[in-house]
Nanobody
Framework: QVQLVESGGGLVQAGGSLRLSCVGS????????MSWFRQAPGKEREFVAV????????YYADSVKGRFTISRDNAKNTVYLQMNSLKPEDTAIYYC????????????????WGQGTQVTVSS
């Protein structure tokens, strides 16, 4: 069974940090571009960050640029999202996802999704 499992979410005060992890199983994800998306209450899911298959290239949504860092460890089939200087507006369910489509940040191009992990930032 091919799946992605996120962990590391929780409750944190504004200005704090969290590190999310996403572990893949069932096949290698070493040749996939991996992304994080998030969905806040009452809002549509939005792109957060993407990393290329070898980690050489990353791209971020403007709302998180300079605060979040995406990375990966292909030996562990794992992708991470380090979130610093968290704000209440970062509160959302965070999902990781995999695609073979070059440079895509569109949900419809991602064919494997995790179940999500809740991040809550209090003011």
């Amino acid at each position: 069974q091919v799946q992605l499992v996120e962990s590391g979410g929780g409750l944190v005060q504004a200005g704090g940090s969290l590190r999310l992890s996403c572990v893949g199983s069932g096949r290698t994800f070493n040749y996939d571009r991996m992304s994080w998306f998030r969905q806040a209450p009452g809002k549509e899911r939005e792109f957060v960050a993407v990393i290329s298959w070898n980690g050489a290239s990353t791209y971020y949504a403007d709302s998180v640029k300079g605060r979040f860092t995406i990375s990966r460890d292909n030996a562990k089939n794992t992708v991470y999202l380090q979130m610093n200087s968290l704000k209440p507006e970062d509160t959302a369910i965070y999902y990781c996802a995999a695609t073979r489509v070059v440079g895509s940040t569109r949900e419809q191009d991602y064919n494997v999704w995790g179940q999500g992990t809740q991040v809550t930032v209090s003011s």
